[in-house]
T-cell receptor
């Protein structure tokens, strides 16, 4: 079935460092891809999305490009801040009839001043 | 902004108790979902509902049931709580059946079953 694989955390960075969180997927058809973020003590919220190959989703300085050839959707940010500390989830909605959001296991990011 | 409210932030129950987790959304969304979140396992879908009185099983429905008598309210029921149901429970909603990806989440209920 459809699935999402994320790099394991925690990822610990200093402020202003470059961030990459890897995400790869397995899906039939043409899925839509998403990154959700969960700040401490809160529910998840949608960060960005891409609905077709080569699309780039972006929001709050974060970017991710839908790469069909490598089945990847890596999250990047050029300069992280302490306020970016959170758990990041990669997710997909399959291109078939399932119509369900499938999440990866999440990656904890800790940014130190 | 959409608000999804879960009735309790922390809950402690004993094995065998019947447990009700309540969720209310205030934006007339059609879809509502219950997930559980466990370290190393991410979010797993328990049940979801596309309309009042409708429910569908997710990936891990065993030991759970749900109720949706009103559009804004979706309840998760643990008929007889067990220790392996200790987890963070997240409720979510989305506007319509064709927009399942833009979920709005509540803050979660951390349930401990002793």
């Amino acid at each position: 079935g459809d699935s999402v694989t994320q790099m394991e955390g925690p990822v610990t960075l200093s402020e202003e460092a470059f961030l990459t969180i890897n995400c790869t997927y397995t899906a039939t058809g043409y899925p839509s891809l998403f990154w959700y973020v969960q700040y401490p003590g809160e529910g998840l919220q949608l960060l960005l999305k891409a609905t077709k190959a080569d699309d780039k989703g972006s929001n709050k300085g974060f970017e991710a490009t839908y790469r069909k050839e490598t089945t990847s959707f890596h999250l990047e940010k050029g300069s992280v801040q302490v306020s970016d500390s959170a758990v990041y989830f990669c997710a997909l909605v399959g291109g078939g009839a399932t119509n369900k959001l499938i999440f990866g296991t999440g990656t904890l990011l800790a940014v130190q001043p | 902004d959409v608000k999804v409210t879960q009735s309790s932030r922390y809950l402690v129950k004993r094995t065998g108790e019947k447990v009700f987790l309540e969720c209310v959304q205030d934006m007339d969304h059609e879809n509502m979902f219950w997930y559980r979140q466990d370290p190393g396992l991410g979010l797993r879908l328990i049940y979801f509902s596309y309309d009042v009185k409708m429910k569908e099983k997710g990936d891990i429905p065993e030991g759970y049931s749900v109720s949706r008598e009103k559009k804004e309210r979706f309840s998760l029921i643990l008929e007889s709580a067990s220790t392996n149901q200790t987890s963070m429970y997240l409720c979510a909603s989305s506007l319509s059946r064709g927009l399942v990806e833009k979920l709005f989440f509540g803050s979660g209920t951390q349930l401990s079953v002793l």
